[in-house]
């Protein structure tokens, strides 16, 4: 059966205290890693997506990063907007996928 | 100009109700999805359409029933509502199967 793990469940950080969250994954077949950004009362917005190992992606102060049994999604000098729940997906695409419970980040000014 | 857009918003009734949520993407996406939310935040398929033609099922009760008209609208349809459907529910759209999901805002059922 397909997983998806992530950790830490819940990250306080001040505002520019870089730091990361982990995606580890076993799920067979996988066709793409995918990042999410939900907040409160929304739904998750597409991040980045991730195909093969070694592959990295950047957006602002994210940076996403895939090996064949994680992912990982650096956050450099957060700010307090940055502030949101974060899911990761693995799987064979939009009717296979498997969501992991999400790190719900709060960067305080 | 919302791209995916699902009503109501906030939704509460009581047990043995029969309740409907829409949706709509003006993406011109072909896939659209129903995702259950739980209060532990993990988000579950429900079903997917891929123009118009129902793709997967994953062991939801058939008091669920998923109603697509055409490929910009799938609507969920609720009998018997039951305590435990009580979550949020997301509408979703992608342009193929190994796209990124665009989410609605949710709908917030809330049985009681």
């Known amino acids: 059966e397909d997983q998806v793990t992530q950790s830490p469940e819940a990250l306080r950080l001040q505002e520019g205290e870089s730091s990361s969250l982990n995606c580890s994954y076993t799920?067979?077949?996988?066709?793409?890693l995918f990042w999410y950004r939900q907040d409160p009362g929304k739904g998750p917005e597409f991040l980045f997506t991730?195909?093969?190992a070694g592959e990295e992606k950047e957006k602002e102060r994210l940076k996403a990063t895939l090996t064949k049994k994680e992912s990982f999604l650096h956050i450099t000098a957060p700010k307090p907007e940055d502030s949101a729940t974060y899911l990761c997906a693995g799987g064979q695409g939009g009717s296979r996928l498997t969501f992991g419970e999400g790190t719900q980040l709060t960067v305080n000014p | 100009d919302t791209a995916v857009s699902q009503t109501p918003k906030y939704l509460v009734t009581q047990m043995g109700n029969d309740k409907s949520i829409k949706c709509e993407q003006n993406l011109g996406h072909d896939t659209m999805y129903w995702y259950k939310q739980d209060s532990k935040k993990f988000l579950k398929i429900m079903f997917s359409y891929n123009n118009k033609e129902l793709i997967i099922n994953e062991t939801v009760p058939n008091r669920f029933s998923p109603k697509s008209p055409d490929k910009a609208h799938l609507n969920l349809h609720i009998n018997s509502l039951e305590l435990g459907d009580s979550a949020v529910y997301f509408c979703?759209?992608?342009?193929?199967?190994?796209?990124?999901?665009?989410f609605g805002n949710g709908t917030r059922l809330t049985v009681t």
């Open positions: 799920v067979s077949g996988l066709r793409g």
């Open positions: 991730l195909y093969s």
């Open positions: 979703a759209s992608s342009s193929t199967e190994n796209s990124p999901l665009h």
